[in-house]
């Protein structure tokens, strides 16, 4: 197995991106910095034959979930400042992907976040749903036809 700084290195960005996708920019550093947490500590169990990729994506978006349901209790008392990202590597992040990821399923949201943009294939991002190759295919591609609506209807 790779020594843990080297999967860190090869995932980072990737892992980054899933954080950004489904947490948006305000709560995407702490879903990324809790992702390689877990997977620190989880990673001596990995089996060395398991999609690493797949591995920490399905952990960020737990993370990221778990991370909702704590700001979901918690009343800001200031409006959070905006940092868009100017990372070249992530491709000149913008909040407007995260609003129109929003407003898909979390299935679609799900399989559009896994294979686009962590660049799963469907029969893992199928894993991560629970349903089939096709089924998750399907999803994506709903979710795909959804952000171009949402996309040509922006001002």
């Known amino acids: 197995m790779k020594p843990f700084e080297q999967v860190v290195a090869d995932h980072s960005v990737t892992v980054l991106r899933v954080c950004r996708a489904i947490a948006g920019p305000d709560l995407a550093d702490d879903a990324w910095s809790e992702t390689f947490l877990a997977a620190l500590t989880a990673y001596p169990r990995l089996p060395a034959d398991a999609n690493v990729t797949a591995w920490l994506v399905t952990i960020a978006r737990r993370k990221c979930l778990d991370l909702f349901r704590c700001t979901a209790r918690q009343i800001p008392t200031h409006p959070l400042p905006e940092r868009p990202s100017t990372d070249p590597e992530i491709g000149g992040w913008t909040r407007d992907l995260h609003e129109a990821l929003g407003e898909l399923t979390d299935r679609q949201r799900t399989a559009v976040v896994g294979h686009h943009l962590a660049g799963l294939p469907y029969p893992e991002v199928a894993d991560l749903l629970g349903c089939t190759p ?12 959804r952000l171009r609506t949402i996309y040509k209807d922006m001002p």
Do not use: S, V
């Not at 089924?135 to 795909?144: C, P, Q, S, V, Y």
């Open 134 to 145: 096709a089924a998750a295919r399907r999803a994506g591609a709903d979710g795909i036809a």
